[in-house]
């Protein structure tokens, strides 16, 4: 599966009339472009073991890698997807929420996730490719002792 399928599904979601499709919406997006960065992390020679890949942590050091990689559009991506996954615990968890009640609201959580697809495409344009890659391994080996692959 392509993550790009989850931004495909938030979009439809979230015009929806259905609070539910709309909440749903926002938890589609989130992952869509998790798993685009996350995809970028392992293109760049990220080893995530299948245990962290199931832990909350996970969230986090994708976060962390787009923080520290010293491009500074990633460095901003990496608080939209901080952003973005407090909205879709949000929507997840609280019910209460009138946050979901319209369409703009969801859909600009839609357009977030999307401009993070964009930022981790450009990333993987030289020649910002290669220097992200170095920084984002050298973060990952010596800070958060993640296995990095040659």
């Known amino acids: 599966m392509e993550p790009l399928d989850f931004i495909s599904l938030a979009i439809r979601l979230a015009n929806s009339g259905n609070e ?84 703009a609201s969801v859909l600009a959580s839609v357009r977030v996730a999307t401009e993070i697809v964009d930022v981790i495409q450009r990333c993987r344009s030289e020649p910002l490719d290669s220097d992200i890659r170095d920084k984002i391994r050298a973060y990952v080996r010596d800070v958060l002792r993640i296995t990095v692959r040659e």
């Open 20 to 103: 539910a499709d709309r909440r749903t919406a926002v938890s589609r997006a989130y992952y869509g472009a998790f798993h685009v960065a996350r995809r970028f992390l392992i293109d760049c020679g990220i080893y995530f073991s299948q245990k962290e890949t199931y832990a909350a942590e996970i969230h986090r050091k994708v976060q962390y890698c787009l923080s520290e990689c010293g491009y500074s559009d990633a460095v901003k991506a990496s608080g939209h997807l901080r952003s973005l996954r407090d909205r879709r615990n949000e929507a997840d968890y609280d019910l209460e929420s009138a946050e979901f009640n319209t369409t």
